[in-house]
């Protein structure tokens, strides 16, 4: 790879320690993907946040970075962490699960990172612009950032992030290269998408098809939500592992189909019609009329306008006996939900206003063990996906009206 005087004196060591060994680590990713040369980036978002992920060993790795004068010179913001750290023991995590989330966090933030623990930085500040090459960790951020934003990131693990954060750096190759940014499936959407579940129903079907590759979605409303793109991206990320979609008039560089694909034709067409849309929904929502003990909404994190949505549906009125309730947003949200009277009904509700952590980067199993949580509802796509699989617990999905209601009555 050809590397500039910095980048060389960063992997002799001329910064100290950990910037040495992070140059070396994004020196044998780009090698791997025959990366010609680094990319400078100011921007990174932290995956391997959670202790449920770094475990002790990531955690002790992380401490020794920092304890060796590590410091980013990247703007680097924290992804979800493995507990609440306002409600951890009220919500039933384990005193030891906090303790190390701890040890990781401050130790992220002695080298600069900001502990915002949010899977949605982008909706707290951390907006990069078209084009700008970022770092990013956290499939439904990354899709987010490709696809809604149109910047630039790769699928960052834990170890890459760390090292881009600490360098400002990345090996130039795939979704920071423009000829690997262009299509491969077209999918034309005739079916009508309303709620947020829509979006999850048909980034579900189509990423079970696409699996990595890029789709070009044509048919999505103009006036689709921020909330509503952030469902389809985690969606396509779950299913499938789609990091870039396009989605024709939405996506900044893809404003015709033309464009989306560069001139090439795609390697196949699908269509998405109201069958397609219930086929999504039910391979979501297996189990039907049963009994729920917790309702979770917030993934990826709820945007201030999804709190509002709900506060309203909660005004006056009691969650049903036995039922809990985790609305699950970034911390300024909850300063912003607190400030406009929303986490006051919530909590009124008998609800949670949850930060900082998530259903599956938290010991969800444990907390399920001990709270008897024999079965949830979400409207997420992506939590409908790996909730059964982590917890074995039945998993009921739909809209957030449904999902509130259940809240209220107990039943799905
Ligand atoms: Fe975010 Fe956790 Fe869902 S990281 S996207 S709330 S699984």
Redesign the pocket.
């Known amino acids: 790879m050809r590397l500039t005087f910095e980048e060389k004196q960063m992997l002799e060591g001329k910064y100290g320690y950990p910037t040495q060994k992070a140059m070396e680590i994004l020196i044998q990713l780009g090698e791997i993907y025959n990366a010609e040369e680094m990319l400078p980036v100011s921007n990174v978002h932290m995956p391997g946040s959670s202790v449920v992920v770094a475990g002790e060993a990531g955690t002790k790795f992380v401490e020794m970075m920092a304890e060796k004068g590590g410091k980013f010179r990247a703007f680097t913001t924290l992804?979800?962490a493995a507990v609440d750290f306002d409600l951890w023991k009220e919500l039933g995590f384990p005193e030891a699960t906090y303790k190390l989330q701890d040890r990781l966090t401050r130790a992220y933030e002695a080298m600069g990172g900001v502990a915002c623990h949010?899977?949605?930085p982008y909706l707290i500040g951390n907006t990069p612009r078209f084009g700008e090459n970022v770092a990013w960790g956290?499939?439904?951020?990354i899709a987010f950032v490709n696809s809604v934003l149109g910047a630039r990131t790769n699928r960052h693990g834990g170890p890459s992030a760390l090292a881009a954060a600490l360098t400002g750096r990345v090996p130039a190759y795939g979704y920071h290269l423009q000829e690997n940014r262009y299509g491969h499936v077209l999918v034309n959407v005739t079916a009508e998408l309303n709620g947020i579940e829509d979006y999850g129903s048909l980034g579900y079907w189509v990423g079970r098809i696409v699996e990595s590759k890029v789709p070009v979605l044509t048919g999505i409303p103009k006036d689709a939500s921020i909330d509503q793109l952030k469902m389809l991206g985690?969606a396509l990320a779950s299913s499938g592992s789609v990091a870039l979609f396009h989605a024709v008039g939405i996506t900044p560089e893809a404003p015709t189909v033309e464009a989306a694909f560069g001139g090439r034709q795609p390697e196949q067409v699908l269509e998405f019609g109201k069958d397609q849309l219930l086929e999504g929904h039910n391979s979501l929502n297996k189990h039907q009329g049963q009994e729920i003990k917790l309702v979770t909404i917030?993934?990826?994190?709820a945007s201030i306008s999804e709190i509002e949505t709900i506060a309203k549906m909660l005004e006056n009125k009691k969650l049903h006996n036995g039922v809990d309730l985790w609305v699950?947003t970034a911390v300024p949200n909850k300063a912003y939900a607190e400030r406009c009277g929303y986490k006051g009904i919530i909590e009124a509700a008998g609800g949670h206003l949850v930060s900082d952590t998530?259903?599956?980067?938290s010991p969800m199993v444990y907390v399920a063990k001990e709270r008897g949580y024999s079965a949830i509802a979400t409207n997420?796509a992506?939590?409908a996906h790996?909730a059964p699989g982590q917890w074995a617990l039945p998993t009921y999905y739909g809209s957030v009206e449904r999902c509130i209601n259940a809240a209220l009555t107990g039943k799905f």
Do not use: D, R
């Open positions: 992804n979800t949010t899977c949605t956290e499939s439904s951020a985690a917030g993934c990826p994190h699950i998530c259903p599956i980067l997420s992506k939590l790996y």
